[in-house]
């Protein structure tokens, strides 16, 4: 089955230190790779996405993300934390069904930053 | 302008209420969906609209209907639920057009959610 993964429930990292948040996929073809955040009782934000080309691509809040195909992941990064960056963040593909474009998402990684 | 507006952003109802929430976008998107979402726990996607028609139904109960009755609007009609139904609705939208296999992956933008406690 097409999917996301993201391997870590949670990830710590001190304040002014850089981040990673990790996800692979598993898709048939060219993959269309989304990052979200979700702070506490709100919706999901939309951060960056990769679709082809540089595999480095730059979203908000100073978060980037680098596509691997080899490796098959696309991991987010960020150069260095701050405590309002702590939340829920989740992976996602794009995929086509039926002639129907529907968005999948990961189990979530929740990234404290502490202080 | 990202916006996709929920209403209500919180209901309670009783087992054999009936009760409607509503999503709103004015991006021009032809593409709407209505994602559940339980606590700690990522979106599942629940319905796809594409050009106003149903296009996705991901094996939802039938006490949960969905209704497009234009372009900007998508409503999610609740009969009979029950009290594992509770948790954050979410609506959300994308200019991805169904069958249309030029498209060059679309954002999905999401609304703030409807919370809903069925008691």
């Known amino acids: 089955a097409q999917s996301v993964a993201q391997p870590e429930d949670q990830v710590n990292v001190a304040e002014g230190n850089p981040l990673t948040v990790k996800c692979t996929y598993s898709?048939?073809?060219?993959?269309?790779l989304f990052w979200y955040v979700q702070y506490p009782n709100r919706g999901l934000q939309f951060l960056l996405k990769?679709?082809?080309?540089?595999?480095l691509v730059k979203g908000s809040y100073g978060f980037e993300a680098e596509f691997n195909k080899s490796q098959t992941s696309f991991h987010l990064k960020k150069p260095s934390a701050l405590v309002s960056d702590s939340a829920l963040y989740f992976c996602a593909v794009r995929l086509l069904t039926s002639g129907t474009y529907k968005y999948i998402f990961g189990t979530g990684t929740r990234l404290k930053v502490l202080a | 302008d990202t916006e996709v507006t929920q209403t209500p952003k919180h209901l309670v109802m009783g087992m054999t209420n009936k009760k409607s929430l509503k999503c709103e976008q004015h991006?021009?998107?032809?593409?709407m969906y209505w994602y559940k979402q339980k606590a700690k726990k990522p979106p599942e996607l629940m319905f796809v609209y594409s050009y106003e028609k149903l296009s996705i139904n991901e094996s939802v109960p039938s006490r949960f209907s969905p209704e497009c009755p234009n372009s900007s609007l998508l409503n999610l009609h609740l009969h009979a639920l029950q009290p594992e139904d509770s948790a954050l609705y979410l609506c959300?939208?994308?200019?991805?057009?169904?069958?249309?296999?030029?498209?060059?992956?679309?954002?999905?933008?999401f609304g703030e959610g409807s919370w809903l406690t069925v008691v």
């Open positions: 959300a939208s994308s200019q991805d057009r169904g069958g249309d296999r030029a498209s060059t992956g679309n954002t999905i933008y």
């Open positions: 991006m021009g998107h032809r593409a």
């Open positions: 990769y679709i082809t080309g540089d595999n």
């Open positions: 898709v048939s073809g060219n993959p269309y």
